[in-house]
């Protein structure tokens, strides 16, 4: 049998007890007040207790958020529709954020001269094969370089400090994972396949917007920023119009197979705009900035039903699409409402930057297939968004063939209609072989850089998801 240890009073064992013990030898008065402050202070407590308990009734009667999951490979635009939502429905939000981005345009315009130096110096060498899987560089694609361009390049060069600095700042413990554009020119392919990217869990936007005294109060641009690389910018501007205008170079990207104005933040035919001194993005410009994300982030918005009046919380969660990363996609499948997968049409004829030897339209099918297939996402409402039809357009008229890259296309015409009907049929055929229950086909084409446009699919898509939502409530029948 356990032994009793004897009881000792509270007053002499507990320190807090001790402390808000009444006064040994208090008076009948005293006595009297301290009885009424303490039925003061029990009401207070009382009646935030009883706050608490109405707060979490309400907080169970309140339809749960939805939830929506954007999923696809490295640049289909998962980051770009983020925007788009967040500008149609928290715009205050989105647009208290240009200081960040305006330093991510730049460090796009940065990357872009570097892939045209980069060509060049390619040009010069022909044993340097260009990192386009369907290009080639032979002996006869050298071009003569003047004295111009020779110039140009030099005085280019400077441009790396720019990214230094620039990427210094991003780099944020554990926020960033970059490779500068210096390393010695051997391996191209190699440099053009790497790019900064934000891990979307730290607020690496913080490192351009906080602790500053002289911001631009409208745009929270830091003027007077000495580590502001704008004045440099502004200050090779010509030279980057003249390098970007040069026929040589025109000749020698398409030598080289580079078509620099699909690829991911470029700005190179708003040079004007983005160097001028007081730089500020616009929107538009936001939308086009390209930064890769790293890890998963969860974006919280309010999202009003027009036809109710009513308001749902709404959750999207934004992944990164590299190959490496999507295992990390998994533990989100779970409870979500829906899906926006987006499949880059316009990217038939490209490889995946992480494995150059997968084409990236045969690589969105396998990822489709994989969603579509998948048990613990049968009744997730699946959005396919063929997103990059303004590119997919450019692509076809400028002669480009679908045949040549997807066999069995075979003689259809090579208009973009009758390319997207073929490649919706497509996906569509993979949802109807591969859903473990029926399922609906909704698919959109869409250019998620065109707010116009992009703000009717997701408006749609958000009155959908309401009412499903409330239906499922059975707030609605
Ligand atoms: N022209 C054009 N560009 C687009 C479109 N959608 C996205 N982009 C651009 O493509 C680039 C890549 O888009 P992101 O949204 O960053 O791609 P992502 O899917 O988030 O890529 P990861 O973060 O690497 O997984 C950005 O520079 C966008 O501005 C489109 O419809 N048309
Ligand atoms: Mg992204």
Redesign the pocket.
């Given at each position: 049998m356990p032994t009793r240890v004897p009881r000792r009073s509270m007053e002499d064992s507990d320190p807090i007890a001790n402390a808000i013990a009444p006064p040994q030898n208090e008076s009948p008065a005293a006595k009297e007040i301290r009885i009424q402050k303490e039925r003061a202070a029990k009401q207070v407590s009382d009646a935030i207790d009883a706050e608490l308990s109405r707060e979490q009734a309400s907080e169970k009667k309140r339809p749960k958020p939805v939830k929506i999951l954007?999923l696809?490979?490295?640049?289909?635009?998962?980051?770009?529709?983020?925007?788009n939502f967040q500008l149609l429905y928290e715009p205050k939000a989105f647009r208290a954020e240009r200081a960040s981005w305006r330093a991510i345009v730049q460090l796009?315009v940065v990357r872009s001269i570097h892939v045209i130096l980069d060509a060049i110096t390619r040009s010069q060498n022909p044993n340097e094969r260009p990192p386009s899987a369907r290009s080639s560089v032979s002996s006869s694609d050298s071009l003569r370089i003047d004295s111009e361009l020779a110039h140009l390049k030099t005085r280019l060069s400077s441009l790396l400090d720019i990214e230094k600095r620039l990427l210094k700042r991003l780099s944020l413990p554990g926020s960033t994972e970059w490779e500068p554009t210096e390393r010695p020119l051997a391996s191209p392919r190699k440099r053009q396949s790497r790019e900064i990217?934000v891990n979307s869990t730290v607020a690496w936007k913080g490192a351009f917007t906080k602790g500053r005294e002289s911001f631009d109060s409208d745009h929270q641009v830091d003027w007077d920023d000495p580590e502001d690389p704008g004045i440099l910018l502004h200050a090779r501007s010509e030279d980057m119009k003249r390098l970007w205008a040069h026929p040589t170079v025109q000749a020698i990207l398409e030598k080289q197979s580079i078509r620099l104005q699909?690829l991911?933040?470029?700005f190179l035919d708003s040079l004007d705009e983005v160097t001028s001194l007081r730089y500020v993005p616009t929107d538009d410009h936001i939308?086009?900035?390209?930064?890769?994300?790293?890890g998963v982030s969860e974006h919280r918005m309010r999202l009003s039903d027009p036809n109710g009046g009513m308001s749902r919380d709404f959750r999207i969660f934004?992944?990164?699409?590299?190959r490496s990363?999507r295992a990390a996609w998994v533990p989100y499948f779970e409870d979500m409402d829906a899906i926006i997968f987006?499949a880059?049409i316009?990217a038939f004829d490209q490889v995946l930057a992480e494995e150059p030897t997968v084409n990236r339209l045969a690589d969105s099918y396998k990822l489709w297939t994989s969603i579509v297939s998948n048990k613990l996402l049968q009744s997730t409402n699946v959005i396919l968004f063929l997103?990059?039809?303004?590119?997919m357009h450019a692509k076809l008229a400028s002669g480009i063939r679908l045949s040549d890259f997807v066999d069995s296309y075979g003689r259809r015409p090579n208009d973009f209609d009758s390319a997207s009907r073929y490649l919706k049929k497509q996906f569509n055929a993979i949802l109807k072989q591969n859903s473990p229950v029926p399922r609906i086909f909704y698919c959109h084409l869409?250019?998620?850089?065109?707010t116009k446009s992009t703000k009717f699919v997701l408006a749609g898509i958000k009155d959908m998801l309401m009412r499903v939502h409330l239906q499922e409530s059975h707030l609605i029948l």
């Open positions: 954007l696809g490979q490295s640049e289909s635009g998962k980051s770009t529709t983020l925007k796009n990217a699909e991911a933040g470029f939308l086009r900035a390209r930064l890769k994300t790293l934004d992944v990164g699409g590299t990363l987006l880059p316009s997103n990059k039809v303004d590119i869409t250019n998620a850089i065109d």
